[in-house]
T-cell receptor, first 111, second 115 residues
Framework: QKEVEQDPGPLSVPEGAIVSLNCTYSNSAFQYFMWYRQYSRKGPELLMYTYSSGNKEDGRFTAQVDKSSKYISLFIRDSQPSDSATYLCAMSDNSNYQLIWGAGTKLIIKP | KAGVTQTPRYLIKTRGQQVTLSCSPISGHRSVSWYQQTPGQGLQFLFEYFSETQRNKGNFPGRFSGRQFSNSRSEMNVSTLELGDSALYLC??????????????FGQGTRLTVV
């Protein structure tokens, strides 16, 4: 079993819909959680960074961390075709500087 | 503030050759991590350098090596190239600590094709 599980998709939704992207993890020591967006043939771009549990909002994006369930989510409101990309989750703990990555979810927003 | 710069952007090499890729991190960042990304395998961690020392290493053969200079710039070398080494190689720059503000920022990558 991988340390971080992420459904590769693709996830296809109509423009304007609310999108929910998720990752589950097995290591209860993870404290730092990140979401990256990657367009085709580009490097990943940091979207959200969260420490420990709770919610964080930035524009149309909301990141949630539920440490009791070992589950993190990224919500995208009013989705746009330009949001079509692969979304990767990453996380780390307090003893190791290395990020552990999910496989990435390919998101397609249909106009 | 300038972002992470990777050179070259594209490279075509012949099987058996060696290649060196370069990464200039964000000013003030002391950690550079290297990743290999292929369609079937996703992001695979190669190694991380912090203040000129390798701090973490992934599960790649010894043909993959790296180094970091005193100005934090890093190079990655692959010797005796194989067809399976064709991939997007990404470099990530960070402060090197774990706390808020320690996030990793990526370059645009070097796309290596081995023929």
């Amino acid at each position: 079993q991988k340390e971080v599980e992420q459904d590769p998709g693709p996830l296809s939704v109509p423009e304007g819909a609310i999108v929910s992207l998720n990752c589950t993890y097995s290591n209860s020591a993870f404290q730092y959680f990140m979401w990256y967006r990657q367009y085709s043939r580009k490097g990943p771009e940091l979207l959200m960074y969260t420490y420990s549990s709770g919610n964080k909002e930035d524009g149309r994006f909301t990141a949630q961390v539920d440490k009791s369930s070992k589950y993190i989510s990224l919500f995208i409101r009013d989705s746009q075709p330009s949001d079509s990309a692969t979304y990767l989750c990453a996380m780390s703990d307090n003893s190791n500087y290395q990020l552990i990555w999910g496989a990435g979810t390919k998101l397609i927003i249909k106009p | 503030k300038a972002g992470v710069t990777q050179t070259p952007r594209y490279l075509i090499k012949t099987r058996g050759q060696q290649v060196t890729l370069s990464c200039s991190p964000i000013s003030g960042h002391r950690s550079v991590s290297w990743y290999q990304q292929t369609p079937g395998q996703g992001l695979q961690f190669l190694f991380e350098y912090f203040s000129e020392t390798q701090r973490n290493k992934g599960n790649f053969p010894g043909r993959f090596s790296g180094r970091q200079f005193s100005n934090s710039r890093s190079e990655m070398n692959v010797s005796t190239l194989e067809l399976g080494d064709s991939a997007l190689y990404l470099c990530a720059s960070s402060r090197g600590d774990r706390g808020p503000g320690g996030e990793a920022f990526f370059g645009q990558g070097t796309r290596l094709t081995v023929v």
